[in-house]
């Protein structure tokens, strides 16, 4: 069974950081291209970034491009988002995302929520 | 960066249908023959309903049905039953480095 597992969310000054992670299981990890998609409150789905399957290549939305990085450790079958100068406007429930075959997004984690608040 | 155009709302009886549209540009729903469509329940994941415009993943029931037309796509949810209440979002391909995907706005589907 497929299984994605957001953590490292929580509570954080603007101008702050913080390091989400996923933790993926059920399938050839080091296969697929990941992705992180954000909601904020009451809000529509947004993409954010994504990584290539072996992690040479990553894409970024306008939106944090600069202050937002994606990584990912194909031997722990872990992706990482390392988020830095941090906005009230990035507070949103983070998912942890696997790409299919057809350009979807077949499994999703549970999220994890981040708030930027003073 | 504009998301793609959804009705915000949509309702039907139980066992009546109801077809959401989701409209974009030539760059993305129209380039492409990507479209795919996330079911969401409060407080939970979005999970996959449709890929690929019309292909239904295994375990979604037949009652999900997805097509395009130009630079629209549409999702039609047949026999409505009450676990069909949720939002839908559509999203596309959209082939760029800073903006490979798009969602759109999101549909609030109401079983009356």
């Known amino acids: 069974e497929v299984q994605l597992v957001e953590s490292g969310g929580g509570l954080v000054q603007p101008g702050g950081s913080l390091r989400l992670s996923c933790a993926a299981s059920?399938?050839?990890?080091?296969?697929?291209?990941m992705h992180w998609v954000r909601q904020a409150p009451g809000k529509g789905l947004v993409w954010v970034s994504r990584?290539?399957?072996?992690?040479?290549?990553?894409n970024y939305a306008d939106s944090v491009k600069g202050r937002f990085t994606i990584s990912r450790d194909n031997a722990k079958n872990t992706l990482q988002l390392q988020m830095n100068s941090l906005r009230a406007e990035d507070t949103a429930v983070y998912y942890c995302v696997r790409e299919g075959a057809y350009a979807d997004f077949d499994y999703w984690g549970q999220g994890t929520l981040v708030t930027v608040s003073s | 960066q504009s998301a793609l155009t959804q009705p915000p709302s949509a309702s039907g009886s139980p066992g009546q249908s109801v077809t959401i549209s989701c409209t974009g540009t030539s760059s993305d729903v129209g380039g492409y023959n990507y479209v795919s469509w996330y079911q969401q329940h409060p407080g939970k994941a979005p999970k996959l309903m449709i890929y690929d415009v019309n292909k239904r993943p295994s375990g979604v029931p037949d009652r999900f049905s997805g097509s395009k037309s130009g630079n629209t796509a549409s999702l039609t949810v047949s026999g409505l039953q009450a676990e069909d209440e949720a939002d839908y979002y559509c999203c596309s391909y959209a082939g760029s480095n800073s903006r490979p995907y798009v969602f759109g706005t999101g549909t609030k589907v109401t079983v009356l």
């Open positions: 990584i290539r399957s072996d992690g040479s290549m990553t």
């Open positions: 059920g399938f050839t990890f080091s296969n697929y291209w």
